[in-house]
Nanobody, 117 residues
Framework: QVQLVESGGGLVQPGGSLRLSCRLS????????MGWYRQAPGKQRELVAV???????MYGDSVKGRFSISRNNAENTVDLQMNSLKSDDTAVYYC???????????WGQGTQVTVSS
């Protein structure tokens, strides 16, 4: 059974940086596309970034040029480096694992990111 454990959320000032990390256990990491999604109060969950086992990444329009996703296949982790944070980035951030070739998704418990002065 896949388990995803996130870390790294918190409070940061506008313009600051934060790094989120997620570790997968219970399955073979290379079988999954790994991603980050976020959900702000009153809004739908949206894609932040996703990275394939081979390292190809894709980003949501609102974070392009500011966020960077990376994965370490040896340690079963995926990180999200967030720079130039804005108040609009405030949300609960969820780690996602999607099994290749399927629509099967697993989710982490979520970590709060708050951007405020």
């Amino acid at each position: 059974q896949v388990q995803l454990v996130e870390s790294g959320g918190g409070l940061v000032q506008p313009g600051g940086s934060l790094r989120l990390s997620c570790r997968l256990s219970g399955s073979i990491f290379s079988l999954f596309d790994m991603g980050w999604y976020r959900q702000a109060p009153g809004k739908q969950r949206e894609l932040v970034a996703v990275v394939t086992p081979g390292g190809t990444s894709m980003y949501g329009d609102s974070v392009k040029g500011r966020f960077s996703i990376s994965r370490n296949n040896a340690e079963n982790t995926v990180d999200l480096q967030m720079n130039s944070l804005k108040s609009d980035d405030t949300a609960v951030y969820y780690c996602n694992a999607r099994r290749l070739g399927t629509f099967e998704n697993d989710w982490g418990q979520g970590t709060q990111v708050t951007v405020s002065s």
